[in-house]
């Protein structure tokens, strides 16, 4: 099964080499590609001395048009699966196995790496934690998906999902509302444990302010997302 590795990176040329390591030990037979999300810290040089295909943007499009740059990249070079894995090394590649399985089984399209599933050491704030829970249970009420953590990053898609999601995918918080989106299209959605860890470097850009901005963006799209994909759909972007 031809694997794509999609990193969506903006300025994380220090934790680069570590995350570049971890993929090499833990999927040594995937392609990976670094999108550059209009980064000023030479995070594109670093990606290719490491060896990595690099897709460089020439401006910041946020995290939606970075991975949908990298779903274009999977779907326009036939891969059979690509995984969307951080640039910050907060994702643990000895996990990216158990996210491909379900794909690489045929039962399912998307898979969602849970850090509330299993005996993961995740820890965040109680707030967080509530919004996560809400979003999770909008999403099952709107779309019927099951998934405990419903804003997170890690995931896998089948080659249905790259075809949907390179011609579209949400260009702002887009972890919830593509899931809602692979539902309307008919894809199979799936949750897997996984494990995460602290950023390596810098601060997340998510505040509180912009959490709650989050929730409500969120809610609203989901809200208006029809439930039912459109009678005729296209294979292509």
Known sequence: MRTLVIVPAFNEARSLPAVADDLRRNAPDADVCVVDD?????????????????????ANLGIGGAVQAGYLWAFEHGYDAAVQFDGDGQHDGASLSAILEPIRAGAADLVVGSRFLGDGEFRSTRARRLGIRYLSG??????GARVTDATSGYRAASRAAIALFARAYPSDFPEPESIAIACRAGLRVAEVPVRMRERLHGESSISFLRSFQYVVKVT???ILLPIRAPRSREAAP
């Not at 909008?138 to 779309?143: F, Q, S, T």
Request: proline share 3%.
């Open 220 to 222: 609203v799209a989901l």
């Open 38 to 58: 209009g980064s000023a810290d030479g995070t594109s040089e670093v990606a290719g001395r490491l060896g990595l295909r690099v897709l460089r943007l020439p």
């Open 138 to 143: 909008l999403i099952r009420a709107r779309c």
